[in-house]
Nanobody, 126 residues
């Protein structure tokens, strides 16, 4: 069992930056595949980025590629999402997710993850 707590969301102007953090409980964090998803009002939850257990592999949605960076610090049980050049269409609740099946590498679909945080709101004004 792992608990995830996101932080770092807020209101920012277009072109600005935010860094989201996701702190995980549990001693086996380093063996978890991690991901970030987002959900805008009236829309389905969508994949944003994923990172392997070691941090050696990452994958991004086309909509955020080149602007967002996912990283992790296994010593701190934390995964990050650095968001630069934010756009109004990035406005959403952002969720981090974890799955203990580290051997599968990168997980790109919400149904593949076992654990979810409560989400943090990101609002980008134009």
């Amino acid at each position: 069992q792992v608990q995830l707590v996101e932080s770092g969301g807020g209101l920012v102007q277009a072109g600005g930056s935010l860094r989201l953090s996701c702190a995980a409980s549990g001693r086996t964090f380093s063996s978890y595949a991690m991901g970030w998803f987002r959900q805008a009002p009236g829309k389905e939850r969508e994949f944003v980025a994923a990172i392997s257990w070691s941090g050696g592999s990452t994958y991004y949605a086309d909509s955020v590629k080149g602007r967002f960076t996912i990283s992790r610090d296994n010593a701190k049980n934390t995964v990050y999402l650095q968001m630069n050049s934010l756009k109004p269409e990035d406005t959403a609740v952002y969720y981090c997710a974890a799955d203990p099946r580290a051997w599968v590498g990168l997980l790109l679909h919400s149904y593949e993850y076992d654990y979810w945080g409560q989400g943090t709101q990101v609002t980008v004004s134009s």
